[in-house]
């Protein structure tokens, strides 16, 4: 999937990709289930969500016994594009400066993180994407 055609999930959709992206191995829905006890779904709200899922080619999923195992098919470092791309622009108006101002107005860059930023967008000016 490239990255054009990958698109933002909706927020339930991404707490599922996030716990897939975790484990070490596939999952069933009890494992799911288990690990999303937080969210209070019921079994066919999850069901319907890893469908939705696997429709759009985020999930795949394999039969095992009467159930089946669910595993991400959408790499974590391919769907960050596109999830850092959009908080920018519903937050930031697409601007990275003004992320950075945000978090320096609140006091949540230390001298280490500015060293670092800056080193890194040295890195970047100087082509070592």
């Given at each position: 999937?490239?990255?054009?055609?990958?698109?933002?999930?909706p927020d339930a959709e991404?707490?599922?990709?996030?716990e897939l992206w975790a484990a070490p191995a596939p999952l069933t829905?009890?494992?799911?289930e288990e690990r999303l006890a937080r969210r209070r779904w019921a079994s066919t709200t999850l069901l319907a969500l890893?469908?939705?899922?696997?429709?759009?080619?985020?999930?795949?999923r394999e039969k095992?016994?009467?159930?089946?195992?669910?595993?991400a098919a959408l790499a974590r470092e391919d769907y960050l594009p596109?999830?850092?791309?959009?908080?920018?622009?519903?937050?930031?108006?697409?601007?990275?400066?003004n992320l950075i101002a945000a978090m320096a107005q609140t006091k949540d860059l230390s001298k280490e993180d500015i060293d670092e930023l800056?080193?890194?967008?040295e890195e970047l000016k100087?082509?070592?994407?």
């Open positions: 999937m490239s990255e054009l055609e990958i698109k933002r999930l991404l707490e599922i990709m996030k829905r009890a494992q799911l890893l469908g939705r899922l696997e429709t759009k080619g985020y999930v795949a095992q016994g009467k159930g089946y195992l669910y595993a596109v999830e850092s791309r959009s908080a920018l622009e519903r937050m930031f108006g697409g601007s990275a400066k800056a080193a890194y967008l100087a082509g070592g994407r």
